[in-house]
């Protein structure tokens, strides 16, 4: 347990359907962070937050839609999602992001499957 | 060229040998080193930081940085069965990312034979 929650672990939706990936941290952390782990890939980093604030955006499509309301809590919005966006969505923390503050904490994901 | 590169595996090992797990970054500023370990179908556990030049140890841990050679690594002493999983290489605050950033490698898969 890292003190990071993820909800929900596990999600089916169809191409048309709207859904919202959730993930809380416990630990006092600023930063907050969304990854996509696909089968044989690196991880990808998605988004970044440092106290509220999104300070990173790597090119994700628009179909994706986080939301920072506080330190504690994140939000990954999805819709119209497309079947190569099936993967585990990693959610993580940190004290910030900058030296050594770095370090990151992740929540166990949510195994998204888009049928 | 990948900016974080490991090699794949799998890397398999005997019970009580030493693993030693290697990583190369291509962004000469980066400040920041960390390995995870990463078991199937569970999520990365950060199990070591590095940040600055030499070794540094944690139990059966050792990270090794070289930033001369853009070169990092981890051995892992009296590898036990338990130590399998994927291993990733991640590094942080490069000049290209303007530090924000941290980059992981794809991992190299562990397997210590009983």
């Known amino acids: 347990e890292t003190g990071v929650t993820q909800t929900p672990r596990h999600l089916v939706m169809g191409m048309t359907n709207k859904k919202s990936l959730k993930c809380e941290q416990h630990?006092?952390?600023?930063?907050m962070y969304w990854y996509k782990q696909s089968a044989k890939k690196p991880l990808e980093l998605m988004f970044v937050?440092?106290?509220?604030?999104?300070?990173e955006n790597n090119s994700v499509p628009s179909r994706f839609s986080p939301e920072c309301p506080n330190s504690s809590h994140l939000f990954l919005h999805l819709h119209t999602l497309q079947p190569e966006d099936s993967a585990l969505y990693l959610c993580?923390?940190?004290?910030?992001?900058?030296?050594?503050?770095?370090?990151?904490?992740f929540g166990p994901g949510t195994r998204l499957t888009v049928t | 060229q990948k900016e974080v590169e490991q090699n794949s595996g799998p890397l398999s090992v005997p019970e009580g040998a030493i693993a030693s797990l290697n990583c190369t970054y291509s962004?000469?500023?980066?400040?920041?080193f960390f390995w995870y370990r990463q078991y199937s179908g569970k999520s990365p556990e950060l199990i070591m930081s590095?940040?600055?030049?030499g070794d540094k140890e944690d139990g059966r841990f050792t990270a090794q940085l070289n930033k001369a050679s853009q070169y990092v690594s981890l051995l892992i002493r009296d590898s036990q069965p338990s130590d399998s999983a994927t291993y990733l290489c991640?590094?942080?605050?490069?000049?290209?990312?303007?530090?924000?950033?941290?980059?992981f490698g794809a991992g190299t898969r562990l397997f210590v034979k009983a």
């Open positions: 962004d000469r500023g980066s400040q920041s």
């Open positions: 937050y440092n106290f509220k604030e999104q300070t």
């Open positions: 590095i940040y600055s030049n």
């Open positions: 991640a590094v942080n605050g490069g000049r290209n990312t303007g530090g924000f950033k941290t980059i």
């Open positions: 630990l006092g952390h600023n930063a």
């Open positions: 993580a923390s940190s004290r910030g992001t900058s030296g050594l503050s770095y370090e990151q904490y």
